[in-house]
């Protein structure tokens, strides 16, 4: 059974920066794609980044390249997202997300993380 933990979340100010994690078990992931998404209040949840397991390729929503960075430690089953210069339009819940290379929707979810970005 695939577990997903988010941590890392919290208030902080614009401009400041935040590093969830997400600690996957349950399974081998070399196969698994990895994603962040987040959802802000009244909106619908939207992709942020991932990244496969297997080769570490990345992909970003438009909204957070640049600023945000999808990562992974294979030794801990840990993928991280860096978050740099937030803005209060980061401000959401953020939620880690696993899949299968091969299917296209995201099958596994966390719990989810606030983050609070304060101008």
């Known amino acids: 059974q695939v577990q997903l933990v988010e941590s890392g979340g919290g208030l902080v100010q614009a401009g400041g920066s935040l590093r969830l994690s997400c600690a996957a078990s349950?399974?081998?992931?070399?196969?698994?794609?990895m994603g962040w998404f987040r959802q802000a209040p009244g909106k619908e949840r939207e992709f942020v980044a991932s990244?496969?397991?297997?080769?570490?390729?990345?992909s970003y929503a438009d909204s957070v390249k640049g600023r945000f960075t999808i990562s992974r430690d294979n030794a801990k089953n840990t993928v991280y997202l860096q978050m740099n210069s937030l803005k209060p339009e980061d401000t959401a819940v953020y939620y880690c997300?696993?899949?299968?290379?091969?299917?296209?929707?995201?099958?596994?979810w966390g719990q989810g993380t606030q983050v609070t970005v304060s101008s």
């Open positions: 990244i496969k397991w297997s080769d570490g390729t990345t």
């Open positions: 349950g399974r081998t992931f070399s196969s698994y794609a």
């Open positions: 997300a696993a899949k299968l290379i091969i299917t296209v929707r995201y099958g596994y």
